[in-house]
């Protein structure tokens, strides 16, 4: 007997994307259960992070069709990609064997899913996908990202190169996940933590199938800083260092500045008001980087639920 495999797809405002998607999900699924490769058990989980369009009324249709694969699960407000995603992870973990995290906009190819569930099968419980190409991505996207990875890279975060968060993971990876209890989700920089054997399987990302992206340069960057900040403490550790250098090299222009005036007439007080402004300027970074950690350890003793589920569909199950 196969092992069941649940797809588990966070949408946001995706009513545009989501009639496609869905028929193309069904299909791919369809076929992994008639080629005996998935369970007939296996399911579709759509998440609704609190959209503010048609996307729960579509999730519900979907579930109401006769010997529907779909499940739903809405969040009481939007809390985001990552949180909406371990929302559906969270149910999916109690049904499956394996779950697949994939978007809405199906720009990663659900054609690499049989890829995964042979590396499952194989032995992995951590299958990675990653992008063979940006050629769909617009320059700036590319640069951005590409810049991302080797930023993450050199903060010393141990994260996938190209891979965002299409993955396959073992019920039991799915559990030590769950283990993990911080409130501040970088799902990226987490699951290379939890070990076990992993794999990855390459594959062409395509363009969104509708709608616009649901991440704006202003999420994005917060991602990115939220990325950083989670696995590193290496910002303040390059403050302190600068703060070492600049002060190191104010005393050493004090010392030339205070021989020159033996001999010179130079008026010290345009060299005193700049340090002291430059000084002022890195001190405030370096509150700014210290605070930041410490809203981060505010946040994580409050410990507030992750996401808060509405309802799910079927109902007899949850
Ligand atoms: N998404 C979400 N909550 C949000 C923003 C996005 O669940 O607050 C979902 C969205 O519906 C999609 C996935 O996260 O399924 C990735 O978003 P998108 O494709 O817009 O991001 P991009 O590919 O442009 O980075
Ligand atoms: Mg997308």
């Known amino acids: 007997m196969a092992d069941i495999l649940?797809?588990?797809?966070?949408c946001y405002n995706e009513e545009?994307?989501?009639?496609?998607?869905a028929e193309k999900l069904i299909e791919k699924l369809g076929t992994l259960i008639s080629d005996g490769k998935v369970s007939p058990d296996s399911r579709i989980v759509l998440v609704d992070d609190g959209s503010r369009d048609k996307t729960w009324q579509l999730i519900e249709?979907?579930?109401?069709?006769?010997?529907?694969?779909?499940?739903?699960?809405?969040?009481s407000r939007n809390r985001g990609h990552q949180n909406a995603l371990m929302a559906g992870l969270d149910y999916a973990r109690k049904h499956c064997d394996m779950a697949v995290s994939l978007d809405a906009d199906l720009q990663d190819d659900i054609d690499a899913i049989d890829g995964f569930v042979e590396k499952y099968y194989e032995g992995c419980d951590i299958v990675y996908g990653v992008r063979s190409s940006r050629a769909t991505d617009t320059a700036f996207k590319r640069g951005t990202a590409g810049a991302f990875y080797k930023l993450m890279t050199a903060m010393g975060a141990d994260i996938v190169d190209n891979h965002a968060d299409y993955r396959l993971m073992s019920r039991?990876?799915?559990?030590?996940l769950f283990d993990f209890g911080e409130v501040n989700l970088f799902l990226r920089g987490i699951v290379p933590q939890i070990g076990y054997p992993t794999a990855k399987v390459y594959y062409e990302r395509h363009?969104?199938?509708?709608?616009?992206?649901?991440?704006?340069?202003?999420?994005?960057?917060?991602?990115?800083?939220?990325?950083?900040?989670?696995?590193?403490?290496?910002?303040?550790?390059?403050?302190w260092g600068a703060g070492?250098?600049?002060?190191g090299l104010a005393a050493a222009?004090?010392?030339?500045?205070?021989?020159?005036?033996?001999?010179?007439e130079i008026s010290g007080l345009w060299f005193v008001a700049l340090t002291v402004l430059f000084a002022l300027g890195i001190n405030l970074v370096a509150i700014g980087v210290v605070g930041e950690y410490i809203g981060k350890i505010y946040m994580e003793t409050k410990h507030r639920p992750r996401f808060i589920v509405e309802k799910t569909l079927p109902q007899n199950k949850n």
């Open 244 to 247: 070492a250098f600049i002060a």
């Open 253 to 264: 222009a004090m010392l030339v500045l205070a021989i020159l005036l033996i001999w010179l």
């Open 16 to 21: 545009e994307a989501l009639p496609i998607s």
């Open 6 to 10: 649940y797809l588990v797809v966070p």
């Open 172 to 176: 039991r990876a799915l559990d030590s």
């Open 61 to 75: 249709a979907f579930c109401g069709r006769e010997n529907s694969l779909f499940c739903g699960v809405k969040l």
């Open 207 to 239: 363009e969104r199938v509708a709608g616009d992206s649901k991440y704006p340069l202003k999420k994005m960057l917060a991602f990115a800083f939220e990325g950083i900040t989670s696995f590193s403490v290496r910002p303040i550790k390059m403050v």
